[in-house]
């Protein structure tokens, strides 16, 4: 996935970097598409405001979406289901190794 680094921010090539994303600045779609990451549904964990949407990689690893509830709206996702993560270039922070 291309996720654009921070101004000022000059890594070395070959050298390793951490990408982390804040579980709010994410969001899971149904439809998995090139360059997303993707997995698994694991578990669905609702808390009033929000729903934390715990997803095992395909890559390995896991990754948890938090997702602001809507009065009204259902997302339609099920323990189980292929989904994806999406998120926004500008969400991503670049952390060096």
């Avoid at 000022?8 to 990408?19: L, Q």
């Amino acid at each position: 996935m291309a996720a654009g680094l921070p101004e000022g921010f000059h890594g070395e090539k070959g050298k390793m970097i951490t990408i982390v994303v804040r579980p709010e600045h994410a969001e899971v779609v149904a439809k998995p598409a090139a360059g997303v990451l993707a997995g698994r549904l694991d578990n669905i964990v609702y808390f009033g405001t929000d729903t934390h949407y715990h997803i095992d990689l395909d890559t390995g690893g896991a990754f948890t979406v938090r997702m602001q509830n809507l009065r009204g709206s259902e997302s339609g996702f099920s323990v189980g289901d292929k989904v994806g993560i999406a998120f926004k270039t500008d969400a991503v922070q670049a952390l060096r190794d």
